[in-house]
């Protein structure tokens, strides 16, 4: 598997301008793309897009579903174009932060045009496009019923609701699906809406020549509709039904204890060591319904395939964990063979072993490279540019769960020496521009693609970041003001991304 030498941005729609609070799949997201292609930018990367829990401070990393849309990505103005909403329901705005999402406000604002909007598409009657989406997508049915308890049962996990249903015995939900037949309706058009509009976001990517690249989360939330309806796929207890064990990361770069993500662990094998062909079955349709959606999957924690850290679910931090061996080539040989061949960039950071480089390396997928971490350590760091053993990469300045670069230059955390790495390695003395430092050296490498956050191609400081790990609350949240992206910003990455080969 190979990519083109090519460049492009990390921005997630969320993080999109627009007047309703969040970024949508509207027209600051075609605007988006028209920047990209007037830089002469090849790719689009973005966070996962799937349903997001308040519960875990919006994180999309930890989805209700891993098929879904995140119902707050809908766009406004594309509803007022399909007729399901007034003009009149879009005045009027609360005074919603330009640089911010308020999540909370932003749901309460979202639920409400989404109700109204449902209720238009309720008065005008059939919509075959409507039933032929409904028919297709096989897992809305679980998801919308999901939801649907899941606001009978005041937002309870789906493990607190009645016995019958943990159990989802027959009978039971039969009778609910016909209580909530209005309400598991009502999903099921928020999940036409979406990915009706992606439907546009894809087919305007593709005719700029912008190749969109998604982010795959190796692990799914407890409260999710697919642990629910997939109960055999993971590692439950029988009686609790929570998980027996949990995911994380042992200590490292960014935490002393580890990171205890708390997902459940997949139940990769039977009883005698039989492969267990219903979650092999639930990631084929997982990966076959994200290529729908996205031309290139970064899969997250792909080390997570050949080996993962185990944590036991009553231990509160990641250490007490131990190394799992994972499924290995079993598991990519049957995605192959089910899927053909497909576009995968490994998420090969963190403690990396010879055994995951040779599983990447076997099916040919690009690993990453993250130039802040290449001046922590000698001139052996495989980060640096110039250590890197083969073009089958991707460089980054930094990803979401870094600092901005002008914010790791201006950190007290980080030492004066690696600073000092930088600059000599760049070959510039204190210019105040040490994004576009970071910039070059990523699009001058032999790196197949380069990726930018946005927040680097505008110079933006620590305040800017995504996400700090390890940490529960306030992530997600930056926005870009639309007035930032200029024409001088637009012909300056142009310009560099021409002269280092790769427009």
């Not at 027959?170 to 699906?177: D, R």
Request: aromatic share 14%.
């Amino acid at each position: 598997m190979s990519f083109k030498r090519g460049s492009g941005i990390l921005m997630h729609f969320s993080s999109l301008p627009g007047p309703y609070g969040i970024g949508d799949l509207g027209k600051s997201a075609l605007d988006f793309i028209d920047f990209l292609r007037d830089c002469k930018q090849q790719y689009w990367q973005f966070l996962p897009i799937g349903p997001s829990s308040q519960v875990f401070d919006s994180s999309p990393y930890m989805s209700l579903s891993a098929f879904a849309g995140n119902s707050n990505l809908i766009s406004p103005e594309l509803l007022v174009e399909e007729g399901y909403l007034a003009e009149s329901d879009l005045a009027n705005l609360a005074n919603f932060s330009e640089y911010y999402v308020e999540f909370e406000q932003v749901i309460s604002f979202k639920e409400s045009l989404l109700r109204k909007a449902f209720n238009a598409f309720i008065i005008s009657g059939k919509n075959s496009k409507f039933e032929t989406f409904c028919t297709r997508t096989l897992w809305l049915e679980d998801y919308a019923l999901f939801m649907s308890l899941r606001e009978k049962y005041e937002n309870k996990a789906w493990y607190e609701w009645p016995e019958t249903l943990v159990n989802r015995e027959k009978v039971a939900l039969e009778l609910h699906k016909y209580q909530l037949e209005k309400q598991i309706l009502f999903h099921k058009f928020v999940q036409f809406c979406f990915f009706d509009q992606w439907a546009k976001i894809r087919e305007y990517a593709t005719a700029s020549g912008i190749t969109l690249i998604g982010d795959l989360p190796i692990y799914v939330g407890l409260d999710s509709a697919d642990v629910w309806a997939h109960q055999d796929c993971f590692r439950l207890d029988s009686l609790s039904h929570k998980p027996t064990h949990v995911s994380g990361v042992p200590p490292d770069y960014f935490s002393e204890t580890g990171q205890r993500w708390g997902n459940p662990i997949y139940k990769w094998k039977l009883a005698k060591g039989k492969n267990n062909a219903s979650l092999y079955a639930w990631w084929v349709e997982r990966l076959r319904s994200l290529f729908e959606m996205v031309d290139i999957a970064r899969i997250d924690h792909f080390r997570g395939f050949e080996s993962y850290w185990e944590i036991p679910e009553a231990e509160e931090t990641a250490i007490n964990g131990r190394w799992v061996k994972g499924p290995g080539t079993e598991f990519f040989d049957e995605m192959l063979k089910q899927l053909g061949k497909v576009p995968i960039i490994a998420e090969d950071l963190g403690i990396i072993t010879p055994e995951v480089e040779e599983l990447r390396d076997h099916y040919g997928f690009p690993g990453m490279k993250i130039l802040q971490f290449a001046f922590d350590s000698d001139e052996k760091n495989p980060y640096l540019p110039h250590n890197f053993q083969s073009s089958n990469c991707l460089v980054y300045t930094g990803t979401h769960d870094n600092d901005t670069c002008v914010g790791w230059y201006f950190s007290n955390t980080v030492a004066r020496q690696n600073k000092e790495k930088v600059l000599r390695y760049a070959n510039c003395h204190g210019t105040g521009e040490i994004h576009w430092d970071f910039i070059r050296l990523a699009l001058s490498s032999t790196a197949c693609i380069s990726i930018i956050p946005l927040q680097d191609v505008l110079g933006f400081g620590g305040d800017c970041r995504m996400n700090k790990p390890s940490t529960e609350h306030g992530n997600w949240r930056w926005r870009c003001g639309s007035r930032f992206i200029t024409d001088s910003v637009k012909m300056r990455l142009e310009n560099e991304t021409v002269f280092y080969g790769r427009g």
